[in-house]
């Protein structure tokens, strides 16, 4: 119950992925670790936009954290993360 494997595609950027959650009790709460893998395969136009659009919208690192807010939201809890 404290893991969560999750792989995720689309056909229509070729991209696919697989990320992995592990919650392990922190104190009163408990602790997140999101570990994941995206790949974009290079083909015609769409992957290069696609890639540029991820880098004008903050990366990977800010899709993550609206991510985790989200997960907390649906929770009732705030998240905190480590720096």
Same mark, same amino acid.
């Given at each position: ?25 922190? =104190?009163?709460?408990?602790? +997140?670790? *999101? ?5 974009? @395969? $290079?083909? #015609?136009?769409? !992957? ?10 903050? =990366?990977?690192?800010?899709? +993550?954290? *609206? ?5 907390? @939201? $649906?929770? #009732?809890?705030? !998240?905190?993360?480590?720096?």
């Amino acid at each position: 119950p404290g893991r969560m494997v999750r792989e995720m595609s689309s056909g229509s950027i070729n991209m696919g992925g697989r990320w992995e959650y592990e919650l392990e009790p922190a =104190g009163e709460g408990c602790r +997140l670790t *999101i570990a994941g893998r995206t790949d974009i @395969e $290079s083909d #015609g136009l769409v !992957a290069p936009i696609f890639r540029v659009m991820m880098i004008l919208g903050g =990366g990977v690192d800010a899709g +993550l954290n *609206i991510h985790i807010d989200m997960l907390a @939201e $649906s929770l #009732g809890t705030e !998240a905190r993360r480590a720096d």
